[in-house]
């Protein structure tokens, strides 16, 4: 008969108990915390300090992203000088390099952004009294008077346009110094006095119609410098910044109310066409725009002109 070998069986003794120590099973061991080390170098504390301050920064203050971005490049360097004189990590010494330069290329793009923009001396009364009461930054004006516009000159008597005669496409232009008068066909209508459009109504009507001409005369007053933009190109540029669009529509529509006031009292002098700061209706622009597009349909004589400018002083007290 066969026999089969029997393995003997392991008897564990009733009081063994399993060294847990020298066990490779258990993985605590190499995870647990059993002796904290020691507290690194105060640089590295610092720079953490740096991190917090600059993340803590409200954001309602007016200089808080050029603080942020300062702070993070001060840790980031204050980071390498730890890595590498106390404890030679390469790994963190090449990410917080890559982290300085990013910070520091955003701080100095920041201090470049805020940098003190000098205007001309010849537009600084201009910004002042019509664009930056609007908050518009000095870089968007600069932008707005350094492109497609100039500045030029008229002596004593010499027309900037003629009626009948001078195209309405061509040109927006404010005056900047000196005086000149609108007239139509011999009849004093109103001055332009500094920091006003000189075509505000003309460049209205020709947004709703082209290849007009001019129905009045604009002659120099005395010796006058003006801002001329090209229209094409400035409305080109307008139509790619919408809050400059917005002002320059405000801009001109209360420069039509001032010439409508100006046309129902030709006494009104510079500083009381200062004064004058109400929003522009409807019929005011209207109405100043018939008067210097299409009084050329009115009667010839003195009598249709005075009884058009009766027609304004109705439509204004109505308002």
């Not at 170098?41 to 740096?50: D, K, M, P, R, S």
Request: glycine residues 4%.
């Amino acid at each position: 008969m066969n026999t089969t070998a029997m393995s003997p069986l392991t008897v564990t003794p009733l009081g063994f108990v399993p060294d847990l120590k020298n066990s490779t099973l258990d993985p605590l061991n190499e995870t647990a915390c059993e002796n904290w080390k020691e507290i690194h170098h105060l640089v590295f504390h610092v720079a953490n300090i740096c991190f917090a301050v600059g993340l803590v920064i409200p954001t309602t203050l007016n200089l808080h992203m050029i603080l942020l971005r300062g702070l993070l490049t001060i840790g980031c360097a204050l980071f390498i000088i730890w890595a590498t004189l106390y404890r030679c990590a390469l790994d963190i010494m090449i990410w917080n390099s890559v982290f300085l330069v990013v910070n520091l290329l955003h701080f100095i793009y920041l201090v470049y952004k805020r940098r003190p923009i000098k205007i001309e001396k010849e537009l600084s009364s201009l910004y002042k009294r019509m664009f930056e009461p609007l908050h518009v930054p000095p870089e968007l004006f600069q932008r707005l008077t350094g492109q497609f516009c100039n500045i030029q000159t008229l002596k004593t008597g010499q027309a900037y346009a003629a009626e009948d005669k001078t195209s309405v496409d061509d040109r927006l232009s404010i005056l900047l110094k000196g005086k000149m008068k609108v007239s139509y066909r011999g009849h004093f209508l109103h001055n332009i006095y500094p920091c006003a459009f000189i075509d505000s109504p003309e460049f209205r009507s020709t947004q709703m119609n082209r290849g007009e001409k001019f129905q009045v005369t604009i002659i120099a007053d005395d010796n006058c410098k003006f801002l001329c933009w090209s229209r094409e190109r400035l409305t080109y540029f307008l139509e790619s910044e919408p809050f400059l669009y917005e002002i320059f529509k405000y801009l001109i529509g209360k420069d039509i109310t001032n010439k409508l006031y100006s046309l129902n009292d030709p006494t009104l002098n510079d500083k009381a066409s200062k004064k004058i700061d109400r929003q522009p209706s409807l019929c005011s622009q209207l109405s100043v725009m018939q008067m210097r597009n299409s009084m050329a349909s009115t009667s010839d004589s003195e009598d249709g002109l005075q009884m058009f400018l009766r027609g304004t002083s109705s439509a204004s007290s109505l308002r």
